[in-house]
Nanobody, 115 residues
C-alpha cells in the first residue's frame, strides 16, 4: 500500500486545516487507517484511527477538535482539524494497518500553528 499525505501548512491558532491521505489500495480492504504526528524531539503519537466498520478513535488531546473520515470512492482518508493550537504543531503522517507486523507509512506533512 502506498500512501500520499497532503494538506499541511501554516495556520493561526483557532483556525482549521484539513489533511488528506490518498491510498493506492481500496481503503475498505485496510483494517484501519491512522493519523500520527511527531513534534520536534518527541515520539510519534497516534492522533486518530478509523477502522473498516467506521469506528473512530482519538487521542485525548484532540478529542472534540479533530475528525477523521474517509471517502471510499477516492480511497482517501481525511483529518479535519479545528480550533488548532500551537501544541498541534508537528509533522503529520498517515498510516495503514493491515493487521500485519508493520504499518505502512505515507510521507509526512508539516502542520504549523502560530499563536
Amino acid at each position: 500500500v502506498q500512501l500520499q499525505a497532503s494538506g499541511g501548512g501554516l495556520v493561526q491558532a483557532g483556525g482549521p486545516l484539513r489533511l488528506s491521505c490518498a491510498a493506492s489500495a481500496n481503503i475498505f480492504s485496510i483494517y484501519a487507517m491512522d493519523w500520527y504526528r511527531q513534534a520536534p524531539g518527541k515520539l510519534r503519537d497516534l492522533v486518530a484511527r478509523i477502522t473498516t466498520d467506521g469506528s473512530a478513535n482519538y487521542a485525548d488531546s484532540v478529542e472534540g477538535r479533530f475528525t477523521i473520515s474517509r471517502d471510499s470512492a477516492k480511497n482517501t482518508v481525511y483529518l479535519q482539524m479545528n480550533d488548532l493550537k500551537p501544541e498541534d504543531t508537528a509533522v503529520y503522517y498517515c498510516a495503514a494497518d493491515l493487521r500485519g507486523p508493520v504499518l505502512y507509512w505515507g510521507q509526512g506533512t508539516q502542520v504549523t500553528v502560530s499563536s
